[in-house]
């Protein structure tokens, strides 16, 4: 990288580098509680901003270090049972209640070093061995939190677990968690992106195209994988501490097996290549999910069949275009550009 | 073996060693001593049965599972679909015709036909793009499974075994011994034993094939050398064509299995996909007598777990496999390619 010149004037900001449709679509954002309803604003742009941050932590292991790693969901559970155990529920036998500024760190902590531990496992194996170990640690933890009842609660999980009224500010009403939750969206987001250019995560795509050569280089290659896992753990934990006060519960169904599929077919459909695709695929998803039955019913089907339109809909993005929607539109966008002069970029 | 042996001198020892004692407790009358701290024998030897029975079904599943991976390179999540599928159609026909051997071959050669369609639709597309084929056969599955849904709904179903298998049958194993020196034998159905038969059977008939027969040179020197074996004539697409409805339609027919001795419902497809996952890699992938080995470890600690340790038992099972993973990341009879 250090090789190419920097082409961009002295004069200029950063701000005159981001493109226009950015700024655009920052805006949209801001301004979307006036736009849309209560109903749409929570369930499906709060939901979808929540399950983005989720598989936004796969994107990162998947885009920048070549590990699909389907644990995810199952951190940003830990998280979530982490926030109910020490923060405040409906089971008061269980719950701890100390504050929210110790309660949540701790949460995230906890979840960060179940994905580390998790990472030093996985890390040991490679592609297709990767998705069957976390798939098969995953579905552990499913059925351990579903038998164990000391601390998670088992079947039942927790309910009435809610964000701690801050500011005075009820958290769990449409317009204060939709700005919440696109709050840690948008920090999670740069977070990914600052990190995919800082030296770490150059290095970690490195070890991603060509991991002996990194380790002939002196990089250690285990730790740099580890170290991936951790921060994409933060981010999926913070993403499951927002979902359980979305839902105000967890059970061991938020991460059961469909659930973690889920966390996959997101991060794919939507493209893992840059960090914008799996907030995409999980607005496509959320969409689905929300307005699928309808849909169906006006088809004459039974709505109960919405599985079925995002299995179908996943089989044909993974069967088309491997790198998701985004690759798509990128693909369309060139067959366009290749269709123009090549001289003056007028079409012919 | 021997060779296993003159290299691991203590390994072989500790494992002769746990071979021996498990023996003797299977089939010597317990002291009281072990009684007390056990409880019955009865108990242990039903948990044991159950176990190597319950192994004997993933190994069928997983088997078919290693086999198509140890050889194309192709990983077909969808395979616990294909169990299910299997178990559905087998309830459908033994329920039609009233024959539970009949439903067999019909699901053999209806299953392996869907494999066909798979193998030649799908992977063949995709070769050697593990990752594509993982999400193709995830979003595959997860189809698959709501169709099934749609046309058996959420109830389980239970395929009934037929009169000549049902009912106990007695082994020669000591179960206990009477204060008044009667001794008592173990009593097992049938229709397990048969189970267990016809996975050894199964078992014993893939290894010949695999090791003696001009097919099992072909599919063994395609797992060895995939371009090399087409250089040299050998049409292999029509190879893999093979195996890979043969593992299709093994998976198919342990689904009528399944069915027999536990019950078939949603849900099962990815609990089987799961254990056959869990297997193989305990095993080693690939390995058909790796899978066996897998299979009897994760059946047998399944259920003596659930007999000794019943909250965590299912996760007893993952335990076994990150052990595995972290001291032999290839599997215990897998080898470094």
């Known amino acids: 990288m250090a090789l190419v010149e920097r082409t961009v004037p002295s004069g200029t900001t950063w701000i005159d580098r981001v493109p226009g449709i950015w700024w655009a679509i920052a805006l949209i954002l801001l301004i979307m509680p006036v736009i849309v309803n209560d109903f749409i604003l929570f369930q499906v742009f709060g939901w979808s901003l929540v399950l983005g941050m989720i598989a936004l932590s796969l994107m990162f292991l998947a885009g920048y270090g070549g590990m699909v790693s389907l644990i995810q969901m199952s951190v940003a559970a830990m998280g979530g049972y982490m926030v109910a155990i020490f923060g405040t529920s409906g089971v008061a ?32 194996t490679e592609g297709i061995y990767t998705i069957m170990i ?29 964000p701690p009224p801050l500011f005075g500010v009820d958290w769990r009403q449409p317009v204060p968690f939709y700005y919440l939750a696109l709050g840690c969206a948008a920090l999670s987001y740069f977070a990914v992106v600052y990190v995919s250019r800082s030296p ?43 979902l359980v006060w979305q839902n105000a519960q967890i059970s061991p169904g938020t991460a059961g097996i469909p659930a973690v599929i889920d966390i996959l077919v997101i991060a794919v459909v939507g493209g893992v290549r840059r960090p914008v695709g799996p907030f995409i695929g999980a607005l496509i998803y959320t969409v689905l999910r929300t307005f699928s039955s309808d849909i169906l019913t006006t088809f004459g089907l039974s709505g109960e069949r919405f599985k079925l339109l995002i299995g179908l809909g996943f089989l044909a993005v993974v069967f088309f275009s491997p790198d998701g929607v985004l690759g798509l539109w990128e693909r369309w966008r060139n067959r366009k550009n290749r269709d123009s002069d090549p001289l003056t970029g007028e079409p012919k | 073996m021997r060779d296993f042996f003159r290299r691991r001198p203590i390994w072989s020892l500790i494992i002769a060693i746990a071979v021996a004692i498990v023996l003797w407790m299977i ?32 190994f069928l599943v997983a088997s078919g599972f290693t086999l198509i991976f ?59 793009e593990e990752l594509r084929q993982t999400m193709v056969t995830i979003g595959l599955s997860v189809v698959i499974a709501d169709i099934m849904l749609w046309i058996w709904g959420g109830q389980s179903y239970t395929i009934l075994s037929p009169d000549w298998l049902s009912g106990p049958t007695t082994l020669p194993i000591i179960s ?78 342990a689904g009528i299995v399944g069915g027999t001795f536990q019950s078939l419902s949603p849900g099962e497809d990815t609990r089987f996909l799961l254990a056959s996952l869990v297997v193989v890699i305990v095993g080693g992938m690939g390995s058909i007598p790796g899978a066996a080995i897998g299979a009897l470890v994760i059946g047998l600690s399944e259920q003596i777990g659930l007999v000794y340790a019943p909250t965590y038992s299912v996760v007893f099972t993952f335990l076994i496999m990150a052990a595995v993973l972290a001291f032999r990341p290839q599997g215990l009879l897998g080898s470094v390619r």
Request: charged share 10%.
């Open chain 1, 93 to 124: 036998a269980i719950s701890m209640e100390l504050p929210w500024w110790l309660y949540i760190p701790i949460a995230i902590i906890i979840a960060a070093a179940f994905g580390t531990l998790v990472g030093a496992l996985a890390v040991r």
């Open chain 2, 27 to 58: 089939f010597a009358p317990w002291p009281p001593g072990l009684v007390d701290t056990l409880g019955r024998k009865r108990i242990f030897l039903n948990a044991v049965f159950g176990g190597v029975t319950l192994g004997a079904l993933y």
């Open chain 1, 200 to 242: 770490f995560g150059l290095a970690l795509q490195g070890v991603r195209d060509n991991p002996r050569r990194m380790a002939a280089l002196g990089f250690n290659v285990t730790a740099h994988r580890i170290a991936a896992y951790t921060f994409a753990s933060v981010i999926a934990a913070v993403g499951g501490i927002l």
């Open chain 1, 134 to 162: 976390t798939l098969a640690i995953a579905s552990a933890f499913f059925y351990f939190a579903r038998q164990n009842y000391g601390i998670f609660n088992g079947y039942s999980g927790f309910n009435l677990v809610v």
């Open chain 2, 176 to 253: 206990s011994i009477k204060s008044s020196g009667e001794v008592v034998y173990l009593r097992y159905p049938a229709v397990r034993i048969a189970i267990l038969v016809a996975a050894i059977a199964i078992g014993i008939a893939m290894w010949l094939v695999l090791n003696k027969s001009r097919l099992g040179m072909l599919i063994r020197a395609g797992v060895d050398d995939r371009e090399m074996l087409a250089a040299s004539g050998v049409r292999i697409q029509y190879v893999f064509l093979a195996v890979f409805a043969f593992g299709a339609g093994l998976a198919g027919m």
């Open chain 2, 70 to 128: 140890g050889l194309m390179r192709n990983v077909n999540l969808a395979h616990g679909s294909l169990y299910l599928l299997g178990g559905y159609i087998g309830f459908e026909v033994s329920e039609a015709t009233g024959s539970w051997l009949f439903a067999f071959p019909v699901v053999f050669v209806v299953v392996a036909a869907l494999g066909l369609v798979l193998q030649n639709q799908v992977f063949r597309r995709m070769e050697g």
